[in-house]
């Protein structure tokens, strides 16, 4: 079994989909610590011609806190948040088949955090018809004090995973001998390189999922972005 593991991201990139593709179980981390500067609350979209944050608004709490502790802030305004992603892109070619999925998640009535990313990864996933199985890191029987690659390594030997991937970001992080001590393997996605028309402007990497879907088909998405990656060995050491 192949097992992939992550926390949960807004509107990630398209490298996340192809990490929930390339598992056989997808595990979303909501028992780790909520990081400010990171990804898990905003992401960009193409907007003037330039990659431009949006964000989900929170409630005001400790950092200290994880990501299913952490709340929506009270005011959260989802209609400018839906406006925003309506002004940047209700030209574009998906425009009327992808506004009405991302509407639906901007619209979930859920306050909760990991509870609203986490409905909306799986909302994408059930749009792209992708089918990996997914669960909550804190379903899974282990010690969750553990961190880092020792975690990890629980989740795989609790699941029976016989493959770990990766991001390829990834390999700065984990190196083989731990895994393989472990009987496990160890890969890193890597996702080939890929551009499609945007507004045509120079064409802007690693945006939103939303860019993804709203300049290229379901089909062209399913059959030739989503498998478009390889796996690969990791370096012999690594800095965990």
């Not at 610590?33 to 608004?57: A, C, D, E, H, V």
């Not at 999925?101 to 994408?124: G, T």
């Not at 792209?128 to 961190?147: F, V, W």
């Amino acid at each position: 079994m192949r097992l992939a593991v992550m926390q949960p991201y807004f509107f990630p990139y398209i490298g996340y989909f192809q990490l929930i593709t390339a598992a056989d179980l997808f595990i979303v981390y909501d028992n780790i610590k909520y990081t400010k500067k990171g990804w898990i609350n905003r992401n960009r979209i193409l907007q003037s011609g330039k990659g431009m944050t949006f964000s989900l608004p929170l409630k005001s709490a400790s950092d200290c806190l994880d990501i299913c502790q952490r709340e929506l802030a009270a005011d959260f305004r989802r209609d400018k948040l839906l406006n925003q992603f309506k002004g940047a892109y209700e030209h574009a070619p998906y425009f009327a088949q992808t506004f009405p999925v991302i509407e639906q998640i901007i619209c979930h009535k859920e306050s909760n955090l990991f509870r609203f990313l986490y409905h909306s990864l799986v909302s994408i996933c059930k749009h792209l018809g992708i089918t990996t199985q997914m669960q909550i890191s804190s379903s899974i029987e282990i010690d969750h004090a553990l961190r880092n690659k020792d975690k990890v390594l629980a989740l795989c030997g609790a699941l029976a995973a016989e493959t770990y991937v990766n991001a390829i970001g990834g390999t700065a992080l984990y190196s083989r001998e731990p895994f393989a001590a472990a009987g496990i393997d160890l890969k890193f996605l890597s996702s080939r390189s890929f551009a499609y028309k945007q507004f045509g402007a120079s064409f802007i990497p690693c945006l939103s999922i939303i860019d993804v879907l709203m300049f290229n088909d379901q089909e062209k998405i399913q059959t030739l972005i989503l498998p478009d990656f390889e796996l690969v060995d990791g370096q012999p050491q690594g800095k965990a």
